[in-house]
């Protein structure tokens, strides 16, 4: 028996969370880089990044200030010291990805005739479009606010638009007030397409803060406009309720949404022209320090750039469009009695989410349907799946949602979809105060000769139309008996808040799921310490729960090769060796966002395969209602193996490895290596021409 790894501090074996998240957001600034990838496709990535730094700030930033403003820990070294980090690394990326928009992509647009035109670059005939446009649409939704002590700061809205002016001279009233704000109309589009025989050949746009900043001195008659700049603060967006005290979660929730977008200020962006006195003005104003000033080449927020890329239809700017396959053999109109059969795997996007959506509905219409039973996290403004759940309550079916009202930024929609659930008849359940459900799960109940059968959907991802379109999942739609009763008993669970029965097919979070994977885990350790291979592959969204990761570590120390493939945060050091040498970590960043989660265990040729909800942090080991199931057909789990886990250790292409020092390094073709990628291999093998092709 080998010796047990040292034990060595907290620092010196895990790396810095906040700092390989943002690590996660220069690999899709790289995508933006790739010159291989379509204009309008850089562009988006580039979009990307800014919503996802938008969150980190929301979210991560905010929870440490306020973490370190509770504890009174806000000049503590090790606080300070956090964030100048996290400041250092989000300036360069920001101003990479400035740089990267106006000396690339913009001026690479417009020699494709695609143009976004600022005031200095329009000719006499755009001007006059321009302002007819600013003085019918624009001017009489701006209310500019000359500042004086009747005159506050007004407040400003979480990541709206806005701009600061220094005036000149007295107001109408003889008063020397210096300051003025105006907010730009949220109602408006943020890129205005101008008329195509404006457009000389191609499509022309201008971006609603630039048609305000040509005409800011409009709005102040009488007096000079000395300086101005846009600017748009970030505020904490954590919702926050008393949980033991609310009464109705949905009520309070509601009174919450509006408080969100007035939150702790966290950053501040203004154009880089901005005068040191304004930016300093307006710092003072949202309580911020120096260091969390950004002043930026462009639009203070490049995630509505992405209206842009919806107004171009020019193919050859986008990707090849993508049709996802069907999956083979199934008749949807005869769906429950091939379920009987056999389970169905589903791989998304490769394969059309349609069967789920056509499961739900099946069921909602089948008289023989007694019941229905669904989690949802997130789905979206308009749902399929939703209007088949309320069809089939006002069928008469007992429909039982556990509908999770805390899922950040979709509060608002699952909120709205709460009430019309109930108005048709659905009893609608809000899980457990204080954990989120995050399990991705639905039970059909159908009463058939034998008795009432069970039929389940379990999922990795979200029932939400558009990121079935988008991002990488597994589902199992399954009538093992076994399995779809304890999915009841999850239902049960979370309805009634009695302990769950013993599960001996899935593992639930927070009572099992931790303590299944290192169970898992050290099976593994023990059998490479009996001079038998141990083999672990892991796919998650992200690793950072401590407990794991130690006993990875331990694993490794005993022999066991483990690859782990995590496509964003990932706080384990691989490769260091007494600690970790065994261990090796990849992140693939490509056309859609990698988000299944598979366990795999060689288990001594047993080849326990396992698909989840949950990815390997704190919050959904211990805070979180998650599970993970096994598959148990030996087809579908080699499936799982060739389609989820082979094609990303074997890619070249879409490929960063992570190095013990906390660097990405992308994988690059070799000598006569031929170029793979994972998702095109899949677009290709299941994609509707490859369905078409068998």
Known sequence: MKNAPPETPRPAIFLDRELSQLMFNRRVLAQAEDRAIPLLERLRYLCIVSNNLDEFFEVRVASILAQGSADGALAHPSLV???????????????????????????????KGVRLVRHTDRNPAQRAWVKDYFESQVRPLLTPIGLDPAHPFPQVVNKSLNFIIALSGKDAFGRGSAIAIVKAPRVL?????????????????????????????????????????????????????????????????????????????VRLEVARNCPAELSQFLLDQFNLEQSRLYAVDGPVNLVRLAELIDHVKEPSLRFAPFFPGAPQKVAHSDLFSQLRKQDILLHHPFESFQTVVDFVRL??????????????????MHSDLMEALMAAARAGKEV????????RFDEE??????????????????????????????????????????????????????????????????????????????FIHLTSLTKPHKLTHL?????????????????????????????????VNALVDDSVIR?????????????????GACTLKPGVPG???????????????????????RNDLAHDVYLASADWMSRNLFRRIEVAFPVLDPALKKRVITEGLTPYLKDNSNAWELGPDGQYKRRRVRGKQLAFSAQRHLMQALGARATEAD
């Open 551 to 567: 006993a990875l570590y331990s694993a490794s120390h005993e022999g066991v090769k483990i690859d782990l493939i995590v496509r």
């Open 413 to 490: 929609a699952n909120i709205n979809w709460a009430d019309k659930l109930e108005q048709a008849g659905a009893q609608v359940v809000y899980g457990v105060v204080g954990l989120k459900t995050h399990a991705k799960l639905a039970l059909v109940i159908r009463r058939e000769p034998e008795g009432l059968h069970f039929y389940g959907h379990l999922g990795t991802g979200n029932y939400h139309l558009t990121t079935t379109r988008l991002y990488t999942d597994f589902g199992l739609l399954t009538a093992h008996q076994a399995m779809c009763q304890e999915v009841n008993e999850v």
């Open 81 to 111: 010291a956090t964030l100048a980090r996290i400041g250092e690394e989000c300036h360069a990326l920001v101003e990479r990805q400035y740089a990267l928009l106006n000396t690339e992509i913009l001026p690479q647009l417009q020699a």
């Open 400 to 407: 039982t949602v556990i509908l999770e009202l805390m899922a």
């Open 507 to 539: 593992w639930l979070a927070p009572f099992a799921l931790q303590s299944e994977i290192i169970k898992a885990i050290r099976n593994e350790a023990k059998i490479a310490r009996a001079g038998r291979p141990g083999r672990i592959i892991v796919k």
């Open 189 to 265: 589009p943020r890129v205005i397409r101008l008329p195509d025989e404006l457009s000389e050949g191609g499509a022309s746009f201008c971006l609603l803060s630039s048609i305000i900043h040509s005409h800011i001195e409009d709005l102040f008659t009488g007096r000079e406009v000395l300086a101005y700049s846009q600017f748009r603060v970030t505020r904490d967006s954590d919702l926050w309720v008393d949980e033991d005290e609310v009464k109705n979660l949905r009520q309070a929730l509601k009174g919450e949404l509006t408080g969100r977008q007035f939150g702790t200020s």
């Open 363 to 380: 069921a909602a219409h089948d008289p023989d349907v007694v019941a229905i039973k669904q989690t949802i996290y997130r789905t979206g």
């Open 579 to 601: 600690l970790s040498e065994n261990i090796k970590v990849r992140s693939i960043i490509g056309r859609f966002l990698e988000h299944s989660r598979i366990y795999y265990f």
